[in-house]
């Protein structure tokens, strides 16, 4: 009898194991956000770019947010970039901490995403010692579906150890962000500058509104110029500073290789007050009756 309840233990013990080895492949591919490539040879002195990337093959999604902890001691975040994203709206702009060997970020798509491999953000790394260092998502790293409900899912965390090499050869250390740099020739994609005015921002005052993604580096910064003012860097979205709204307005978009694309607004023109509309008939009115009254008194005869 002992021999028959130990020979079922271990049936169901294989029967465990059997069911995961078949369902754990279609789990794993169902939602999961992880690095790329996976597998790197980086030696001490590397830049080096590492990709976030998701999978939701049975869900459509169109928001996640994520933070993800990295080694401090061995690596060094230079920049982060949103070039090539499928993400066009940034909640949160990409952000990171070398001091606290942290990274947060939180993007959206209106369109949503149901599929497979596509790029989150570029981490453009620094390998500072040799020895492993190794990348976490943290739990509170979520997809959001697409069901007007912004229902949150937890997709698989998949962590990553490098192996950070001492550089044996004479060879000077590999920078591929440099390259990447190099490289991009691409303009910024074409985008549109929207005119907005609501209560709730700038106190009612006019504003513009602009975006643009990058497929190579990303957008580093815009530039808005006013008519004859100056270009200045800024954020959408923008309160003008001519709220006559009078003045051409240009936008510059520039990636992180230098390309620009400029695009040009001309407002709208504002309705006259109806105020203003009758004080001009009304002086209009008091100039022809005065030039009438003028060519009246020429067309009189003289006494003389």
Known sequence: MTNFKKQNKIAAVFCFLFLGLVFLPSVAKASRIYFSP??????????FILEVRISSSDQLINATEGVLLFNKNKLEVKELS???SLFDVWLQKPAFSNQDGKINFTAGTPDGFQGEN??????IFLAKNTGEAKLDFQDATSFFLHDGKGTPINP???SLTLNILERTIEAGA?????????????LPEPFKIVLGQEPSVFDNQYFISFFTTDKESGIAYYEVKEGKKDSIKAESPY????????SLIKVKAVDKAGN?????????QKPIPWRIIIGIIIGLA???????KFLISNKMPSNN
């Open 38 to 47: 996976v597998v790197k040879e980086i030696y001490k002195d590397d830049v």
């Open 82 to 84: 949103a070039g090539g």
């Open 118 to 123: 596509a790029l989150v953000l570029k981490i």
């Open 156 to 158: 698989w965390l998949k």
């Open 174 to 186: 590999k920078d591929e962000w440099q390259l990447l740099i190099e490289k991009d020739k691409t």
């Open 239 to 246: 309160l003008l500073k001519d709220q006559s709204l009078q």
């Open 260 to 268: 620009e694309r400029i695009v040009e607004y001309m407002p709208p």
């Open 286 to 292: 008091i100039i022809i009756l005065i030039v009438r």
